[in-house]
């Protein structure tokens, strides 16, 4: 082996990065690129699958170029990707046949009532681990080949081709159909025990088999990239979330993160214990090492968090880059009173509540804009709290402190925000950077160039430390008062919506 580096994408919801890591994790270089967001319509969120593909085909070089490296310095490439996103495409033609669908995207709100009006919302939680909603891949595929013509029968051929992120870019680089545990677990058709395509679920959300790539483990090597990366061995795929779960060393059951960026996703590792939520948690998989058990996972998903920030800065315009929300929310000494709750894809983690959509809560005329952007990131903070009560309360003990990261995390009104309203300490690591990290990590590992998972524990260092200084009554006063605010944007979705 004679490079000395892994490469990691991370193929985000609004950008794609390469990152190079070291042999001591250390980050040596980094690109990214943003792609285009559609909205079509309200609540429809779609994005360019091939502007995704030619930007990760950027951003390698290009950090390779940044640090004066060859491809040759490089072992593997591992891939972390946004979840559910869902791309259909040609399998001759190697072209989309319609829009990613995003994550965020609720237009299947249909296909979902109708799933759940037989069996409830909750029918196929003990074999997915999910409720049905808008957020997964399964009713966005049946979507697409509901709505593009020909496209159902290229699917039962085999010739129109499903696939997340990691797959869409995993076949594009290696010409294997081929996707990881953890994203499988995310599209609601595959079986978490068995780890394997459901055909009760295929048949429930009309998905044909045949268009589905093999699921393999997060961390082995699938086989080698074409031009331009040629003989780049692509040696992991994980689900974002789990990635970063991976990469903060999350490697043992009760060990936990929680990653700020577009949404926010709280992950507890359960080791082989697979924990069925009762308090709207999702189950899944956290991470399969090639020849090992899978490992599990409780997640608390939050849809908009930093999303939040950036609809202040490009659809309001009170703030010009999103880091300008601290300098704004600092110029008040809280909220004063106001709850935003931005159930822009209606609500997630606890509550699964399509129906929901976004109020601003408590506006009076002694409103500001530092009001409106203190509760902006307090939203942040007030969304965790209710998925760490969950998490307590499913898992059955009491989240001592809070490991944070994500861009969101430089922020450090919000972080200061984060550790009062939740009542534990927040850290934060060196390298906040645990998606990338935990693709690397994975990466890495398959090959060989880190023995195992104990070895890179000792590269997770503490970069910063936050105490909660608020008062438990205030806390816990203002905490009525969002979910006060929470109950507002209930049943607002109804048959007079167009
Ligand atoms: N200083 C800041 N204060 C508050 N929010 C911030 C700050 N800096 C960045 N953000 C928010 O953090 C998000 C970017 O974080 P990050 O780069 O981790 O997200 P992302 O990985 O791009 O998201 P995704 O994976 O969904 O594409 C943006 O939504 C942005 O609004
Ligand atoms: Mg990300």
Redesign the pocket.
């Known amino acids: 082996m004679t490079g000395a580096y892994v490469a990691s994408i991370?193929q985000?919801?609004?950008?794609s990065r390469c990152m190079l890591f070291d042999r001591r994790g250390r980050l040596v270089s980094v690109a990214q690129k943003e792609h285009r967001q559609l909205f079509p319509r309200p609540g429809w969120v779609e994005q360019d699958a091939e502007e995704i593909l030619g930007n990760v085909l950027q951003v390698v070089p290009d950090a390779l170029e940044k640090a004066e490296l060859k491809l040759a310095d490089l072992v593997a490439l591992g891939i972390a990707n946004?979840r559910e996103t869902t791309v259909v495409w040609d399998r001759d033609s190697g072209r989309p046949i319609y829009n990613a669908i995003s994550w965020q995207d609720t237009r299947t709100d249909k296909i979902v009532n109708r799933l759940a009006a037989e069996g409830g919302k909750d029918r196929f939680r003990a074999k997915t681990g999910l409720p049905l909603t808008t957020y997964f891949s399964g009713p966005k595929i049946q979507w697409i080949l509901d709505h593009v013509e020909g496209a159902r029968d290229g699917a039962e051929r085999g010739t129109v081709l499903f696939g997340t992120m990691d797959t869409w870019l995993i076949w594009k680089l290696t010409g294997r159909h081929v996707t990881d545990v953890t994203n499988a677990s995310r599209t609601m058709l595959m079986d978490l025990r068995s780890l394997d395509w459901d055909d009760e679920l295929l048949e429930a959300m009309k998905v044909p088999r045949a268009m589905l790539p093999e699921i393999h483990a997060s961390s082995e090597p699938y086989g080698e990239a074409g031009a331009p990366l040629r003989g780049l061995p692509v040696a992991a795929a994980l689900g974002?979330q789990q990635a970063a779960l991976f990469g903060q060393t999350c490697f043992a059951a009760g060990e936990a993160k929680c990653t700020y960026?577009?949404g926010s996703f709280l992950l507890l590792n359960t080791g082989d214990r697979l924990v069925e939520s009762t308090h709207g948690l999702l189950t899944t998989v956290g991470c399969r090492i090639a020849g090992e058990p899978p490992t599990y996972a409780l997640e608390g998903s939050i849809a908009v968090t930093?999303?939040l920030?950036?609809w202040l800065r490009d659809k309001l315009g009170l703030i010009s880059s999103?880091?300008e929300?601290?300098t704004l929310a600092r110029t008040v000494e809280d909220s004063g009173g106001v709850y935003v709750v931005p159930a822009f894809s209606g609500l997630f983690a606890p509550h699964w509540r399509s129906d929901a959509r976004g109020v601003i809560a408590g506006l009076t005329g002694y409103t500001t804009k530092g009001h409106l952007a203190r509760a902006v990131l307090e939203a942040t903070a007030w969304q965790t709290r209710e998925v760490i009560d969950a998490m307590n309360s499913d898992a059955g003990t009491v989240l001592r402190v809070l490991k944070a990261d994500?861009?969101?995390t430089?922020?450090n009104l919000?972080m200061q925000l984060l550790a009062d309203n939740l009542g534990v300490p927040v850290v934060r690591p060196i390298v906040a950077e645990t998606?990338s990290l935990g693709a690397a990590y994975a990466a890495g590992l398959a090959v060989g160039f880190w023995p195992n998972v104990e070895s890179l524990r000792a590269n997770w260092h503490k970069a910063a430390e936050w105490l909660p200084r608020l008062d438990p009554e205030t806390r816990e006063r203002r905490f009525r008062k969002w979910k006060k605010a929470v109950a507002r944007t209930l049943e607002w979705v109804d048959d007079d919506d167009e």
């Open positions: 991370d985000g919801s609004a950008s946004q974002d960026g577009t930093g999303a920030v950036q999103a880091a929300i601290e994500g861009g969101m430089a922020d919000m998606v």
